[in-house]
């Protein structure tokens, strides 16, 4: 077994306490055996000392709602181009090249929201490449894996063009049916379950008030899923959505665009997770899906629900509700810039520190793993990152590639930007460097 012993300059442990100034995290094998001041931690003997004086310590970061398998800003040109032109033997191999892009910037765990292209369903390639990179085969972060979203007839059904090919697994009628989706998504290898109970923001030719389906549907999902012993998340942007997942007994709350008092109200009382995916509402992702040849009528209606998404995050945060970080990387913004999403979070108001321990405990608790991850504390597993910089002081340092200068899973070093030490890395181009699918 190997013993590892970090000397940092400073460890933000991510259980809400204060940080720990000239700390020492000692890892035996894959888990941590002693977190402390160096005055209370003694480094057994033998073991590898990793020196990250002057430098955070913290725990691996978990994006919590993306969709690797999507073609990103990053990988092409045309989203229309890619639906077409882009095989699925294709599209797997992108999904865990964005899952890299996203690892070796710290967040060593992901929660993959489904994918449908117009080939059909693609959950069991995404739990094929969650398998391979389970099994060693490949670097990159663990992940939790959605079937698709189930739905009757809105939201991401309406990405598909008209003429794409339907299979009865991605849209039904009736509670039945979606109980079949919700069975099949399990046997395909599915870790969680999302349903789709309202519209959307993002897609053409929709209203976010559409209702996705009735609440016998969705209640119908829900049971099935804890049948199987499965989480349910839920899209939901308005309250008439929040308030039946709440009743159906959903175990996550995404997105949340609208709210009422009395939605937030519930959400609290019913110690349920939200997790608000603000990058995805941002500016700058507008911009990019503008670039992409995304139509003026869903940039417009993008652009008018974004103040709406902030006053939700404030007045949810305000009140206590657990926030959970997901971007709902998809289309846009790039994977690997994640961490973004924390400074939204920051400039809407929460503090450096909540805003991290919504892409670590708070997550960990969402997806059903914070006894294993999400903290930094003994016997939990060790992912482990080495950040230069305090993102107390400056939450951008975690968008630095060059500033994130090691990230540990489960006590293996697989990237290394120490300098003075062997660089390892999993991406060895540069940045943007590849070539992009155009038309």
Not at 8 to 24: F, L, S, Y
Not at 154 to 167: G, T
Not at 263 to 272: D, H, N, P, Y
Request: glycine letters at 8%.
């Amino acid at each position: 077994m190997s013993v590892k012993a970090i000397k940092a300059g400073r460890i933000i442990d991510c259980t809400g306490a204060n940080p720990i100034e000239n700390g020492v995290v000692v890892i035996d094998d894959k888990h941590i055996s002693a977190v402390g001041s160096e005055k209370s931690v003694e480094i057994p003997a033998g073991a590898e000392t990793i020196d990250a004086s002057g430098k955070t310590v913290m725990p691996g970061m978990m994006d919590i709602h993306l969709h690797v398998g999507m073609f990103n800003n990053r990988t092409f040109k045309n989203y229309r181009v890619a639906q077409w032109e882009v095989t699925p033997q294709q599209q797997q191999m992108y999904m865990l090249f964005h899952a890299q892009l996203c690892f070796e910037m710290g967040f060593t765990t992901l929660r993959d929201m489904g994918l449908i292209s117009s080939r059909g369903l693609m959950t069991q390639e995404t739990c094929a490449v969650r398998d391979i990179i389970n099994a060693g085969c490949l670097d990159g972060p663990r992940m939790k894996v959605s079937g698709f979203t189930i739905m009757t007839c809105s939201h991401l059904e309406l990405i598909l063009p008209k003429a794409a090919l339907r299979h009865d697994a991605s849209t039904g009628d009736g509670p039945w049916e979606l109980r079949r989706q919700a069975r099949l998504a399990v046997r395909q290898g599915a870790d969680v379950i999302k349903a789709c109970h309202s519209g959307g923001g993002g897609t053409d030719d929709e209203e976010p008030d559409v209702r996705n389906m009735t609440y016998e549907e969705l209640e119908a999902i829900v049971d099935e899923a804890h049948a199987l012993l499965k989480p349910c998340a839920c899209h939901c942007f308005t309250p008439e959505s929040q308030k039946n997942a709440i009743k159906a007994g959903v175990d996550t709350i995404e997105h949340m665009v609208f709210h009422t008092d009395e939605t937030l109200e519930m959400i609290k009382s019913a110690g349920k997770p939200m997790v608000p995916t603000l990058l995805h509402r941002t500016d700058h992702a507008i911009d990019i899906r503008r670039d992409i040849g995304t139509p003026q009528f869903t940039l417009d209606k993008m652009k008018q629900i974004q103040p709406y998404c902030y006053e939700t995050f404030q007045k949810a945060h305000k009140l206590g509700i657990d926030i959970a970080m997901g971007t709902d990387m998809g289309f846009e913004p790039g994977f690997g810039t994640n961490a973004h999403e924390l400074e939204v979070y920051v400039d809407l108001g929460m503090s450096p520190m909540n805003a991290l321990l919504t892409a670590t405990r708070n997550a960990a608790n969402a997806i059903g793993v914070g006894k294993q991850l999400g903290t930094l504390e003994k016997g939990k597993l060790a992912d482990v990152l080495v950040v230069d910089g305090n993102p107390l002081e400056n939450i951008k340092v975690l968008q630095d590639r060059e500033k994130m200068q090691m990230v540990m899973k489960e006590g293996i070093i697989y990237i290394d930007r120490r300098p003075g030490s062997p660089r390892k890395e999993i991406m060895t181009a540069k940045p943007d460097s590849w070539a992009k699918i155009d038309a």
